[in-house]
């Protein structure tokens, strides 16, 4: 199996004198979708900013080609529209414009984004600026995804949309890696899980074997 992303963190966190994270080394293989699991406050964001270059301290080594991120809050560039947003990604990607844009055409369709997508994303509803952040981290087409809590606040089309659009991605060959707290959709969907408790990897599994293994007082998890 070729892993596509290493993560090697040795500590972590907000200040080198009290890092909040320890000792999570996992990889990730081509075509591998991993949940990253744990009760709030555990680590899962910290780790994705790890994993991202964004976090104050850091001690460890992560390697990844290139990826495409997924924020729980979307991010948008202020004063440009969603289509000068697609533009914007496209100028910046080595990719055949006709079979991006047919991409692009498709997805705003799925996503019953067409008329929107002439709009300023910071006047979007909170769903609608969901979409749109997924729409423009699926045109990337990279070799890793990270996706942070993809599914709160996506009604039920658009959910099914994101999980044919994971499913397309893992088939190409990407290795995704997704935290969430919706464990029942991501039990369906995840080849692995990695267990975050206090800011360290406590197991690696299936649901079962975690559930097993893990101490976690069953309510913080698994309700
Ligand atoms: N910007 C920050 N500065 C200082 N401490 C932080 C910061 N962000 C998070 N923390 C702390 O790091 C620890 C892990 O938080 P993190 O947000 O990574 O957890 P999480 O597993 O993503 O939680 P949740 O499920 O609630 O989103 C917590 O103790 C939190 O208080």
Request: a negative charge; one cysteine or more.
């Amino acid at each position: 199996m070729t892993a596509v992303l290493m993560a090697n963190i040795k500590e972590a966190g907000y200040s080198k004198e009290e890092p909040i994270l320890k000792n999570i080394h996992f990889s990730i293989a081509r075509g591998e979708l991993v949940g990253l699991i744990g009760p709030n406050g555990a680590g899962k964001s910290s780790t994705i900013k790890s994993l991202l270059g964004i976090i104050d301290y850091f001690d460890g080594k992560i390697e990844m080609k290139d990826y495409a991120y997924i924020p729980e809050r979307p991010i948008f560039y202020d004063g440009l529209t969603l289509w000068e947003h697609i533009h914007f990604l496209y100028s910046t990607l080595d990719v055949d414009e006709q079979i991006f844009y047919s991409q692009v055409n498709r997805l705003l369709q799925s996503f019953q984004m067409e008329e929107a997508a002439y709009r300023y994303p910071e006047s979007f509803s909170k769903g609608m600026q969901q979409k749109a952040m997924i729409l423009l981290a699926f045109l990337q087409r990279s070799s890793v995804y990270i996706i942070d809590e993809p599914f709160i606040g996506l009604d039920p089309k658009v959910t099914k949309t994101l999980l044919e659009l994971i499913q397309r991605e893992k088939d190409r060959g990407a290795a995704i890696l997704m935290s969430t707290h919706v464990l029942d959709t991501a039990e369906k969907i995840c080849d692995r899980f990695l267990l975050l408790s206090n800011g360290t990897l406590i197991a690696q599994g299936t649901l079962a074997d975690i559930r097993r293994r893990s101490q976690l007082p069953n309510g913080s998890l698994f309700v």
